[in-house]
């Protein structure tokens, strides 16, 4: 569904994001991506839809090689690809409905979008993911009234009426208490699940990945450093893409979550 190959990326000054990263995200399959800061984790994502332009190798979405497209086919092709991001990217003036519609501009022309003017098809849809994501009664709200984590679901919203094949999310809870974290993490993977969506989520929070996602893909100075399932992290593992440190906690507090989503409801 999503292969990349041998994808690198170095910046003007020399600085080596990506090196040759090789992997595949099969169809309905929900991947974290880890590392520490600087590891390339943004860079992959943003290479993946042309953010940022990859030095060489190559993203294949669907069968398409998308670093071959030029500007038009690239903007369809993007169409395919849902982003969702660290800060949000509303526009506050806005409400929440009309940015959820936002996402639709890539189907709509220029005036239909500019005078607001979208298809009725559009607008339900839209209605559904609100009530879907839980801000159905903030439909009219503007976004800047909004939390961190209601902020989050209307960029979730936006990304799905897209309906695109694969979801690129960015730090989805680099901003949120850890209640709300899971809530978000918890409602990507429902959603990809509910719609066969693969994602790519680049994540610090290493338990909350553990806690949530069934493959890990750990990177380290822009080479892929570990690739598995979230069982298979270890301490070494962590040591070997983050440096020392003392990881018992870490996967002490992933193993408590299992212990309690186990536990018989009394």
């Not at 893909?217 to 598995?228: C, N, P």
Request: hydrophobic share 40%; proline share 3%; charged share 25%.
């Amino acid at each position: 569904m999503l292969e990349l190959k041998n994808l690198s990326k170095t910046y003007r000054t020399g600085d080596k994001a990506l090196q040759n990263v090789t992997l595949t995200v099969p169809k309905g399959q929900v991947m974290a991506l880890i590392g520490p800061s600087g590891a390339g984790k943004s860079t992959l994502i943003r290479c993946i839809n042309r953010l940022v332009e990859p030095t060489s190798g190559s993203v294949i979405l669907d069968g398409t090689d998308v670093t071959a497209l030029g500007s038009g086919a690239l903007r369809k092709m993007r169409r395919k690809m849902g982003m969702i991001f660290q800060q949000y990217a509303l526009v506050e003036r806005l409400t929440v409905m009309e940015n959820v519609l936002s996402g639709r501009l890539g189907y709509v022309g220029f005036w239909r979008s500019y005078f607001r003017k979208y298809p009725q098809a559009d607008v339900d849809e839209a209605f559904r993911l609100l009530d879907r994501v839980g801000l159905l009664a903030m439909a009219d709200k503007r976004a800047d009234e909004l939390s961190g984590g209601q902020r989050q679901r209307v960029g979730i919203a936006r990304a799905l009426i897209q309906n695109p094949r694969l979801l690129l999310v960015d730090e989805p809870t680099a901003s949120l208490d850890p209640k709300t974290s899971r809530q978000i993490m918890r409602l990507i993977c429902e959603l990809c699940a509910e719609r066969d969506l693969a994602a790519v989520i680049n994540i610090h929070d290493v338990a909350l990945a553990q806690m949530f996602v069934e493959r890990i893909v750990g990177l380290k100075a822009g080479e892929l450093a570990f690739d598995g399932k979230p069982v298979e992290m270890t301490e070494d593992v962590l040591t070997n893409i983050y440096g020392e440190e003392d990881w018992h906690a870490t996967i002490r507090e992933v193993d408590d979550e299992d212990a309690e989503a186990e536990e018989p409801v009394a």
